[in-house]
């Protein structure tokens, strides 16, 4: 389990070197060729993804989550009173997992951009407190574009799935 938030540091794979930093991805055994900083470009208020737990590109699976809380910047309004985490956020959490999985295999990646959302389903709430599990598979990896497949649980109740197109800007 690696965090992606704190430190500064790439915080996912092991430190074999002693330098603070990640290696590899867990389960890639590709080696990584920058700090975090240079995979996920998402930062502040946007920057959702809190954990990676696996990253495999044998078993074409990454697996991540966001830790819901009170201090996210939709609680206050969106509801007062009843916070309900937005169906935009959390297909940014999708799409944060899907360039961190895209950028870890990809050489020489850009940005993965949203290019298409498809057969998205929203089954559930995600409120404070809750950790949004989010597993993404790909479908399609290529240079300049990826589609993916991904799943969002709350503890083992499903809240979310559908298909991303991302496009390399």
């Known amino acids: 389990v690696r965090s992606l938030s704190g430190s500064g540091a790439c915080t996912f794979g092991p430190d074999t070197?002693?330098?603070g930093l990640g290696d590899a991805c867990d389960?890639?055994?590709?080696?990584?060729?920058?700090t975090p900083d240079e995979l996920l470009t998402q930062r502040h208020e946007i920057e959702q993804l809190s954990w990676i737990l696996l990253c495999s590109k044998e078993e074409e699976l990454c697996v991540?989550?966001?830790?819901?809380t009170e201090n996210e910047f939709w609680v206050k309004g969106h509801f007062p009173g009843h916070p309900v985490m937005p169906g935009v956020i959390m297909l940014e959490v999708a799409a944060q997992l899907c360039c961190f999985y895209y950028r870890?295999?990809?050489e020489n990646p850009r940005h993965l951009a949203f290019g298409a959302l498809d057969e998205v389903k929203f089954r559930g709430l995600v409120t404070p407190g809750n950790k949004l599990y989010m597993a993404i598979r790909p479908k399609i990896m290529k240079v300049h574009q990826a589609i993916f497949y991904f799943q969002g649980y709350v503890a083992d109740?499903?809240?979310l799935e559908g298909r991303l197109l991302g496009i390399n800007i």
């Open 27 to 34: 389960g890639c055994n590709q080696e990584r060729s920058g």
């Open 104 to 106: 870890m295999q990809v």
């Open 64 to 68: 991540g989550y966001k830790e819901v």
């Open 157 to 159: 109740r499903l809240v």
């Open 17 to 19: 070197d002693g330098d």
